[in-house]
Nanobody
Framework: QVQLVESGGGLVQAGGSLRLSCAAS????????MGWFRQAPGKEREFVAF????????YYADSVKGRFTISRDNAKNTVSLQMNSLKPEDTAVYYCAAGSKLYYSGSPSGYDYWGQGTQVTVSS
């Protein structure tokens, strides 16, 4: 089992940057693929970014491609999301998720464990 705790959210002006981190418990972190999702008020949870267990493969939603970067450190049991050039439409609660299926999924159903989320608010 994996427990996930996100941090790094906050309030930032449009064009600014934030770095989200997700700390995972458990000794098998490196065997999970990891994803970041976000959910804005009144909207469904949507895929943001994916990283494979080794970090060798990454995928991004078109809306964040070129602005966000996902990375992981298996020695420290952490996954991060560097968010640059933030826009007001990036405002949401951001969640990290761990999946045991070892392949890419852009759907929340593809992940087994979730963090509690961290709020990101981008002002215009």
């Amino acid at each position: 089992q994996v427990q996930l705790v996100e941090s790094g959210g906050g309030l930032v002006q449009a064009g600014g940057s934030l770095r989200l981190s997700c700390a995972a418990s458990g000794r098998t972190f490196s065997s999970y693929v990891m994803g970041w999702f976000r959910q804005a008020p009144g909207k469904e949870r949507e895929f943001v970014a994916f990283i494979s267990w080794s970090g060798g493969r990454t995928y991004y939603a078109d809306s964040v491609k070129g602005r966000f970067t996902i990375s992981r450190d298996n020695a420290k049991n952490t996954v991060s999301l560097q968010m640059n050039s933030l826009k007001p439409e990036d405002t949401a609660v951001y969640y990290c998720a761990a999946g045991s299926k070892l392949y890419y999924s852009g759907s929340p159903s593809g992940y087994d464990y979730w963090g509690q989320g961290t709020q990101v608010t981008v002002s215009s």
